[in-house]
C-alpha cells in the first residue's frame, strides 16, 4: 500500500478524533460526566460568557439598533411580561413583534414567551379580565384567584390578583392560556414565573400546592411538545420539587440579598451542577438592586438618577458577580446581569468583560479549604478567584 496514502490517513484519522473529543469536552460537565443537549436547546458556546437576556418595555417594541445589540451578545432570550402593550395594545403582540425581528436578525436565536403561574398580570389580552372593575363581570375567571383567609376578599399585592392552583379548572385554563401565547407569538417555548402558588396562604395544604404545580407545568409541557423550552424561576427549590422534573430550564433569579450569601452561593453552585447532570440549562441571574449596597441605601430606589447610579454599581460589581457565576458554570449555564427586568436595566449597556475571550472550563472550581470562602476555577482564556465572603473578586485573562 502507498506509504504516503497510509500517512495522510493515519494524520485523517488524529486529526478527527481529537476533534471528537474536543467537540465533546465542549459539552463536559464539571465532573467529568457528558451533558447531554437537547435537539431543540439554543446554541452553546465557551467563546465568550454565555449570556441569557431578559427584557421588556411596556411603551414601545426594540429599536433595529436594540435588537443588533442584544443579538449580537447571545442566542437565548424571554419577551418580559408587558413588552410592547402600550404601543401594540396587548403583551403578546410585543412578544410575536419581537420574535420575528429576532428571528429575522438571527435565525437561530430562541425566543421565550413570558407568563405567570402566581400573579395574574393583566398586559396580555388574555388577562385583561383581571383588574377590579371587569372582574366581578366575569365571574368564570374569578373563580380563578386566590380568596384571602382573613380578608375574605380577593387577595392581591397593590393591584394585582392571585392565581389559584389548587383550582382545576384554573389549572386547565392556564396551560391552555400559555400555550396559546406560546404559539401566537411564535416564541420557542415559555419563561413561566413564580413556582410557589402562594402556599402560605395555604399552610395547610403547602405540599397540595406543591403537588398542583407540578401536575400544571408537567401539563403545560406535555401541551407544549417535546420540542419547546420549559423554564421555570426557582424550580431548583425544594418547594419546586414536583415541578423539576418536566423544566428544561432552571433559574437562579437571587432576588434578594440573603440569597446571595456565602452558603446560598455555594448551594448554587452545587445545584447548577445537579442541574447540568439532568440534563437541563441553568440561567445564573444576578440584579445589583438586591446587592448589599443598594439594601442599605435607599437613594438607589428612587429619582431621576435611579438608572444611573444602578448602571455604575453595576459597573462596579461586575468582576465579582461575573466570578460568582463562572466558578459554578457548567455546560448550558448562562449568565444574566443588570437590574430589574425592563430594557433599560442593562440590556443595552456594554460590558466589555462578557465579550472577552473565555474558553472551555479546564475542571471544576476549586475550594482553598473546607471552612474557607475563597474558591479558584481555570478556563483557558482566564483564571478566576473568588472571596464569597469579603465579597471580592479577580479574574485575570489571557
Not at 201 to 219: N, P, Y
Not at 348 to 364: F, I, M, T, V
Not at 374 to 384: D, I, K, P, Y
Request: overall charge neutral; proline content about 4%.
Amino acid at each position: 500500500m502507498n506509504k504516503t496514502f497510509l500517512f495522510y490517513t493515519s494524520i485523517y484519522i488524529v486529526v478527527t478524533f481529537w476533534s471528537c473529543v474536543i467537540a465533546q469536552n465542549t459539552n463536559l460537565i464539571s465532573d467529568g460526566s457528558a451533558f447531554e443537549v437537547k435537539a431543540f436547546y439554543p446554541k452553546f458556546s465557551w467563546d465568550t460568557t454565555p449570556m441569557y437576556y431578559m427584557f421588556g418595555d411596556p411603551k414601545r417594541v426594540l429599536l433595529p439598533e436594540e435588537v443588533a445589540h442584544i443579538a449580537k451578545r447571545t442566542d437565548f432570550i424571554c419577551i418580559e411580561k408587558s413588552h410592547g402593550e402600550a404601543q401594540l395594545g396587548a403583551a403578546e403582540l410585543g412578544a410575536k413583534h419581537e420574535v420575528a425581528t429576532f428571528k429575522k436578525v438571527k435565525p437561530e436565536m430562541k425566543v421565550l414567551f413570558y407568563f405567570n403561574s402566581a400573579y395574574a398580570w393583566p398586559f396580555t389580552s388574555y388577562n385583561k379580565a383581571f383588574v377590579q372593575k371587569k372582574i366581578d363581570q366575569h365571574p368564570e375567571l374569578k373563580k380563578f384567584l386566590i380568596v384571602d383567609p382573613e380578608t375574605k376578599e380577593l387577595a392581591k399585592r397593590g393591584s394585582t390578583y392571585f392565581f389559584d392552583v389548587l383550582n382545576p379548572e384554573f389549572r386547565d385554563w392556564w396551560v391552555n392560556t400559555v400555550a396559546k401565547g406560546v404559539e401566537f407569538s411564535g416564541a420557542d417555548g415559555a419563561f413561566i414565573d413564580q413556582m410557589h402558588g402562594f402556599s402560605w396562604l395555604r399552610q395547610d395544604r403547602s405540599k397540595e400546592v406543591q403537588k398542583a404545580m407540578g401536575d400544571m407545568m408537567t401539563a403545560l409541557k406535555t401541551k407544549l411538545g417535546p420540542d419547546k423550552i420549559l423554564l421555570g424561576n426557582n424550580a431548583h427549590t425544594k418547594s419546586a420539587q414536583y415541578v423539576f422534573p418536566v423544566i428544561d430550564a432552571n433559574m437562579f433569579e437571587h432576588y434578594s440579598n440573603d440569597l446571595l450569601s456565602k452558603e446560598k452561593l455555594l448551594q448554587d453552585w452545587e445545584d447548577m451542577l445537579r442541574i447540568a447532570k439532568a440534563g437541563k440549562m441553568s440561567i445564573f441571574r444576578i440584579g445589583v438592586e438586591y446587592d448589599s449596597v443598594t439594601v442599605a441605601n435607599e437613594e438607589f430606589y428612587k429619582g431621576k438618577m435611579r438608572n444611573e447610579r444602578f448602571a455604575a454599581l453595576s459597573k462596579e460589581k461586575i468582576e465579582y458577580y461575573h466570578a460568582c457565576y463562572l466558578i459554578g458554570a457548567q455546560p448550558y449555564s448562562y449568565f444574566q446581569y443588570g437590574w430589574g427586568w425592563q430594557l433599560a436595566h442593562g440590556s443595552l449597556l456594554d460590558y466589555p468583560e462578557l465579550e472577552k475571550p473565555l474558553g472551555k472550563p479546564k475542571g471544576s472550581f476549586v475550594r482553598k479549604s473546607a471552612d474557607s470562602w475563597e474558591f479558584t476555577r481555570h478556563f483557558e482564556h482566564a483564571s478566576v478567584w473568588v472571596n464569597t465572603e469579603t465579597g471580592k473578586a479577580h479574574i485575570s485573562w489571557y
